[in-house]
């Protein structure tokens, strides 16, 4: 079972910025595809950003061109870089990795948002 930690969560003014991180304990090399979902308070789970062992990366409309998705190999982790930040965004931000058949999510991070 691949251990995932994220970090890097907080509370930030409307405009700012974070970058949250995603530890892995296994070498990243070997996953097929790592994500960052979110899941706001009422809402369903849902994919905010991810990319594949070839760097081919995903984002949905919502966060295109203000989320940023990277990964360091030699670090085991991956980052997602948060620009912009609106109130919507506010949520708990999960870590998931896939390793052939096995899906692991990481224990969350809060984001807060204040308008």
């Known amino acids: 079972q691949v251990q995932l930690v994220e970090s890097g969560g907080g509370l930030v003014q409307a405009g700012g910025s974070l970058r949250l991180s995603c530890a892995a304990s296994?070498?990243?090399?070997?996953?097929?595809?790592m994500a960052w979902h979110r899941q706001a308070p009422g809402k369903q789970r849902e994919l905010v950003a991810s990319?594949?062992?070839?760097?081919?990366?995903n984002y949905p409309d919502s966060v295109k061109g203000r989320f940023t998705i990277s990964r360091d190999n030699l670090k085991n982790t991956v980052y997602l870089q948060m620009n912009s930040l609106k109130p919507e965004d506010t949520a708990v931000y999960y870590c998931y990795a896939r390793l052939g058949s096995y899906d692991s999510w990481g224990q969350g991070t809060q984001v807060t948002v204040s308008s």
């Open positions: 990319v594949t062992s070839g760097d081919s990366t």
């Open positions: 296994d070498s990243i090399f070997r996953f097929s595809a």
